[in-house]
């Protein structure tokens, strides 16, 4: 069976302080992969969004970047955190288009 | 703009009674639909989906209801239980060409099971 993995579960990070979270999907090959930010008591926010390995989309102008490595790794990245990227970020991988995506348990990210 | 949306934010029903969820989409040609639920602290969890050349699908204790004329969606859920309590999400999955889709979330519903 397949399996996601996010980590850290939760991270407090001073503003202007760099930013990696990883995502790591077992059990499937050349999956889609996502990360979506969801703000407090609202639907998810897609960011980025990758086909295969060093293929990146990005949804909307931000702070962020995301990279892929590896085929079942996929990164989310700051140079320099601000307030406002303070969220709970998921990571998503679907088998290929129109199909379902499967979601980590997310990292809680507060800025300080 | 196009979106997803919810028409109740919040629902409280009695352990034991049947839910609806409702929710209402606005792309006509959206051709698949997905309805997760997410606990506290959690990721969502994927519960049923359906696509657009069907009406109904039912799952174990869940249906979900297509009704394209009016761009409505809705998930029962019979003989509600406590550890059914947690945020739905209806979510369009809109077709963007090559070789990726995007899933467009409503804003969610709290569905609150009282014993």
């Given at each position: ?21 990883e ?44 990279s ?6 996929f990164i989310l ?36 | ?115």
């Amino acid at each position: 069976s397949q399996t996601i993995h996010q980590w850290p579960a939760t991270l407090v990070q001073p503003v202007g302080s760099p930013l990696s979270l990883e995502c790591t999907v077992e059990g499937t090959s050349n999956p889609n992969l996502y990360w979506y930010r969801q703000a407090a008591g609202r639907g998810l926010q897609l960011l980025f969004y990758s086909v295969g390995i060093g293929q990146i989309s990005s949804e909307v102008p931000q702070n962020l970047s995301a990279s892929r490595p590896q085929d079942r790794q996929f990164i989310l990245s700051s140079k320099k955190l601000l307030l406002s990227d303070s969220g709970f970020y998921l990571c998503a991988w679907s088998r290929q288009a129109n199909q379902p995506q499967h979601f980590g348990d997310g990292t809680r990210l507060s800025i300080l | 703009g196009e979106s997803v949306g919810l028409h109740l934010p919040t629902l409280s029903v009695q352990e034991g009674d049947n839910s609806i969820i409702n929710c209402a989409y606005s792309n006509s040609a959206s051709d698949y639909f997905i309805w997760y639920k997410q606990e506290s602290g959690k990721g969502p969890q994927f519960i049923i989906d359906i696509r657009s050349n069907m009406d109904k699908r039912q799952g174990q204790r869940v249906t979900v209801l297509l009704n394209k004329t009016v761009k409505h969606l809705s998930l029962q859920i019979a003989a509600t239980q406590p550890g059914d309590s947690a945020v739905y999400f209806c979510a369009e999955n809109r077709w963007e060409g090559g070789a990726t889709n995007k899933l467009i979330f409503g804003t969610g519903t709290l569905l609150a099971v009282q014993p």
